[in-house]
């Protein structure tokens, strides 16, 4: 599960790191977020043709979180496809077509994650935590992205078109499973390129999803992040008083 995380880095940072040639016009005017929930406009990094020209060039866009299929009635549908689990890509009809032709990587700078309380809890109050690399360096999230063509709009509308998207997760690594059972798929960076490149077919991408997480810090924080309505660098504090840690277990001797 992914359901909220931070993408606050500058646009020029986020074109350097990602080699991007091309930022569309409505990224500028998205805001940086710290708190960034489902049907948000989001980044993303694509290669797809330049409109003008017709190279491939890769270009930072902006989708909403929540994968829309080409086929639905409408874009309710996206509330319910935030995630894509890794083991059924190809299973699933609304992914497996852009899994195979529409691959992106959402920048995010950290995730957030909920650990529920132990048994025998006095307290039912999730701890929120802030999951991100301990160098600092911003993350890559493996996504897929779909268009949708609003029936209800003419041709000649300009909004007739939803871009949307979602982020695959995998199981969490022993580091991290304390918290939760899943976590966002992180790719390195000697995967962009061909994860990006829109001649890799279905085959070659599922083999960039077999790598290593980077290593992650989480760090317990403020329960301000549980609501969207908050936002801002404040939901990075640490909790000074956090849900403890579950007791290891005792064997009986």
Known sequence: MCGRYASFREDQALADEFAIATVADDV????????????????????????????????????????????????????????????????KPAFARPFATRRALLPADGYYEWRKPGPGATSKRKQPYYLHPTDGSPVALAG??????????????????????????????????????????MLPRSAWDAWLDPAVDAAGARELLDVEPP???????LPLVSSVANDGPQLLTPDPDPMPLDPEPTLDV
């Open 28 to 91: 500028r005017l998205l805001p940086p977020s710290w708190n960034v929930a489902p049907t948000d406009g989001v980044r993303m990094v694509v290669e797809r043709a330049d409109r003008e020209t017709g190279e491939i060039t890769r270009q930072l866009r902006v989708a909403r979180w929540g994968l829309v299929p080409s086929w639905a009635k409408d874009p309710s549908i996206g509330n319910r496809m935030i995630n894509a689990r890794v083991e059924t890509l190809t299973d």
């Open 215 to 221: 290593t992650i810090d989480p760090t317990p924080v």
């Open 144 to 185: 897929l992205y779909e268009f949708w063509k609003d029936p209800t709009k003419s041709d000649e509308d300009p909004d007739r078109w939803l871009v949307s998207a979602t982020v695959i997760t995998r199981p969490a690594t022993e580091h991290l499973a304390f918290i939760h059972d899943r976590q966002p798929l």
